[in-house]
C-alpha cells in the first residue's frame, strides 16, 4: 500500500539524493552492510541515502527513534540484518516512516544525523544476512523455452513447468557481494561427440541475470505459508547473479540436477530494496487464458492485482581489453522482472507446502530473467549466443561465445513509471579469475 514515504515529491537534506538519475533517493531507504575500507572496523548495518550511508549503529545511539522504530533501527545496525528481517512488515515500515521523515529536507534531526553518513566511495560491503539456505528458482517461461530449445528443439519446457514454480537448493557457502572475484570452476563435461568424459577448466562460463528474495519472518517445521500471507514473510530484494558452469551442469544434470555447475559462485548487490519501497511499482500479474491455470494454493486475488512487479534490469560485460584500452562495457541485454510467469508469493507459499521450514535471511533466487522480446532480452549468455554458436560482438570487436577469464559482469536494476519516483538497486558487479588446476 502507497504511503507518505512514497511521495514523488519528497527531497532530502542530504543533496545528493534529489540528484535525476540517483538510485537512492528518499523514496528508496534499502538496507545493507558496510564498513570503512581499509579499516579494521566491525561491519555494521546501513540505510543508503545518495550517495551515502546512513551508519544505522551511530543513528540509533542518537536516541532519536521511539517505539517499534527504535527495536527496528537498533537491529538495522547490526552485523547481520536476520533481526531485523525477523520483525515483519509493521516493524519494517515504522522505521521506513521514522527515517523518510528524519532525512526530509529541513528535518529538525538532520543536524544529530549528520555525523552518522558515510561516503559510499568510502566503503566495503559484506552478505547482509547469515544466509542459512538458499534455494533458487527456475520461474522465466521465455528463459525456459530459450534454453530449452537448444536442448530439445521439440519440447523446449518440461510439463512441469507451467503447474508449480520449479527450484533447487543451492549452496549458501560461496554466496558473495558485489565486487567479488571468483576461478574459473573445474569439473566434469562430455564434450560434443565424445563417448567419454573430460575433466578440466569449464569451458561455457556463463552469468544469470536473476533477483534475490530475502526472506523475513519464517514459519514452524510442518506450517504453511499461504499465499495470501507470503508477502509479510518477505523482507526485501537485491540484484543477483547465479554465474554458470554450462557445460558442466549439462553433463551432471540428470538424474538428481545442479551441482558443480552452480555451486562455485553467487553474486549479490550490496543493497536490498524493501518489498515497501516497491509498492508503487506493482503490476497486475497475468496468465495467459489459453495456459495452465495455477492450482487453487498458488492463487489469490490480491496475487492478480499486484503480484507482478516492474523493475527494470540490465547486463553490462567489459574485458580485460575494454578496461586496457577505456572503450567501455557493452550493454548485453535489458529486460524487467514483470514477465515472470511465477511471482515471488508464489515462490515463498510453494517453498513450504510440503511443510518446510523458512528463516529470517534465507535467500530466494528468482531464477534467470529472460523477457518475451527480442534477443536482447534474454538474461544469460547460453540465450544470447545460441549456447556459443553465434557469438556476440561487443563494443571494441572483441566477440564472445561465453565469458573468458578477466570478463566483469554488471547487473543493475531500477523501478521507474509516470508521476512516481525513480528508486534502484545499485549494480551487481563480479569478475572472472583463471582456473586453478589440481
Known sequence: MLNETHAPGLTSWVASANQPGCDFPLQNLPHGVFRRRGTGEAFRGGVAIGDQILDMAQAYATGM???????????????????????????????????????????????ALRPCLVPQSEVEYAVAAQIGDYTDFYTSIDHARNVGRLVRPDDPISPNFQWMPIAYHGRGSSIGVSGQTYRRPMGQAMPPGATTPVYGPCARLDYELELGIFVGPGNAQGEQITLPEAEQHIFGICLLNDWSARDIQFWELVPLGPFLG?????????WIVTLEALAPYRQAW????????????????????????????????????????????????????????WTPAQMLTHHTVGGCNLNPGDLLGSGTISGPGAAGEAGAIIELTKAGREPLTLNNGEQ????????????????EAPGKARIGFGECRGTVLPALSR
Open 65 to 111: 527513534f521511539e517505539g517499534a522504530a527504535a527495536k527496528a533501527a537498533r537491529l538495522a545496525g547490526a552485523p547481520a540484518l536476520n533481526g531485523l528481517m525477523a520483525l515483519g512488515p509493521a516493524s519494517w515500515s515504522a522505521l521506513r516512516l521514522a527515517l523518510s521523515r528524519a532525512l526530509r529536507e529541513n528535518a529538525v534531526e538532520a543536524e
Open 286 to 341: 497475468e496468465r495467459p487464458v489459453n495456459e495452465p491455470q495455477p492450482l487453487a494454493y498458488l492463487e489469490s486475488p490480491a496475487n492478480r492485482a499486484q503480484g507482478a512487479i516492474d523493475i527494470s534490469l540490465e547486463v553490462w560485460l567489459d574485458t580485460q581489453k575494454s578496461r586496457d584500452d577505456r572503450s567501455g562495457p557493452t550493454r548485453l541485454s535489458h529486460t524487467s522482472f514483470k514477465h515472470q510467469y
Open 400 to 415: 564472445r561465445g561465453f565469458l573468458h577469464d578477466g570478463d566483469a559482469v554488471t547487473l543493475r536494476g531500477w523501478c
Open 262 to 270: 552452480k555451486n562455485f559462485c553467487t553474486t549479490l548487490s550490496p
